[in-house]
């Protein structure tokens, strides 16, 4: 099929710029001795889940006990749930997983712990754990130190548990400036001597778990992290470049849209508003637009509702016709992502494969 | 079945003040004599458009043909399409919705016309047409007056369609302040001098369609006007409040999350983030938060990424565990419903219907 054939709002990707991807951080991971267990919660999509497998993953990571489920389906040797699961039901469902992999669960608290632990034994099975961190995010995770420490120390007690390690997210780190540079020297003598911490009191560090796609390839500088998990690598987008982790050309990712409307003076509005692209705005702040239009790079994507997109372009906007289709890298993929139904992988201007976004809106 | 047997996060709707939302809208239409054509982008469910057509809406308004898809299984005899509609597939799809209902579109340019006429045409059908006014919205519509009289006159001349009037959106208009009502009383004027205009030139005016839901209750205001199409008063959300269009006992819909960690000092993470609320923030402005937790109204819930909710309670924090359910009202609950598989309706306790959210996600 060709492009011109699919109808709009559509999210296309460029499978080649999606291959260079996986292919460079699976050649980074491997060089730097790192295990690599890329989040899936940027593709939702089994199919994907296997080519990073087949690419050099050893693993995956999802977020949800429902993404789990679906990402099962990838055949993964080994999956992590980096989420602290609460609520019988679901941890109910989380052992039908365990029993199609070799599950491990990062948490931060022994009241989440209990319940995993509960639900293990009544299964029958054994499930990792990691003891998570905060390291800085200011999200979920317990102070390195003593705090980390005690929890593991904790988990490591608990029956139907088997504590792997350590884990933590080190999200809030941008490398596109000197400060960002310290944060990760100093994220590397926190993991380093969280690692010392665990191996004097004899708990296991076989699992040293971190890393975030902007700062992916500065990985090997945080001593003692073994486990990169990665997710918006595999297509990435304005984020991702806002915050030095790649380059336009390795965006993957564009939504195709159509101009509906040029009644506006300077500008148009296209057929995508936030039920296509999510309201999401650029994690490194500055001007608050939510997109780059390939064709005008210059306009500016600056409001939308949930089925309009605001662009102004100024004198230039005389270029622009009602049913025009423009291709726009969104300023967040993964809750781009959630929002479709189906992703076209494209060759050139060939239609190569459909995926269904098997995981999309898996919430619970 | 108890609301405790849910799961988290899930989109509650207490049927009690949704019952009593389209009864009050309801009667005031009648009351009014307002033709009565709700939006169905906030539930995107038949079932529900059924209940607005059993207590008095006269026909649904949908925004996209994929939405005319699904909202055809309500059985409405007669359905607005807001939207522009451009591209020949999509256009086809549309005259399948056409053949069952009594279709009109609501459109700003003769381009997207002539493409609706060509497919009326081949389909051997007529489609009812609105030239679409930009009344201060700035987002589609030609001005009022002369361009929307050449609009509608060009309308009026295609072969296919039907000219019944005119559209226009008056979204931008908020009544907490006397400025709002200044530009209710000047979208009164502009709108008599369109019917005005529109019979010196023998163009019809059957339908001249407006209003939204934070103005709802100053419609009469609005002279000519004698179609109102609010979507949100469903289920109402904060935005509406904070617009003066509701109050918080109004509030129908809720987001039910679960306190998944508590290791940030002074504030927990709630398993719903984007993926569950939206990142939409309050169209007012003001302080940036997310939503209302009822079980705490001094919260704020200040930060999300896709699956955390960041809340920050201060010195209170400590009266909350993991595990513990939290009721929230969403920013804007159409965006939030469209990332919802289903929705639960409530009667006290006890879930009295599961809907499923079938026009979810229907992007084209």
Known sequence: MHISELETPALLIDV??????LERVAAYSKANGFRLRPHTKTHKTPELGKRQLRSGAAGLTVAKVGEAEVMAGS????????????GQRKLERLMGVAKQTDLTVSLDSLEAARELSAAAQRAGIKVGVLAEADVGMGRVGVPPGQPLLELACGLSRLAGLELRGFAFYPGHIRLTNEEGMRALDALSAVVEEGVREFQKAGLPVGIVSGGSTPALYHSHRVKGMNEIRPGTYIFNDRNTVACGGCEWEDCAATVMVTIVSTARKNGFIIDGGSKTFSSDRLLTGGQNTFGLIREAPEARFFNMNEEHGYVDLGETQGRFRVGDRLRVIPNHVCVAVNLHERIYGLRGDTVETTWKVEGRGKLQ
């Open 75 to 86: 055949g993964t040797p080994d999956m992590l749930l980096a989420y602290p699961v609460v």
């Open 16 to 21: 080649e710029v999606m291959e260079r991807n």
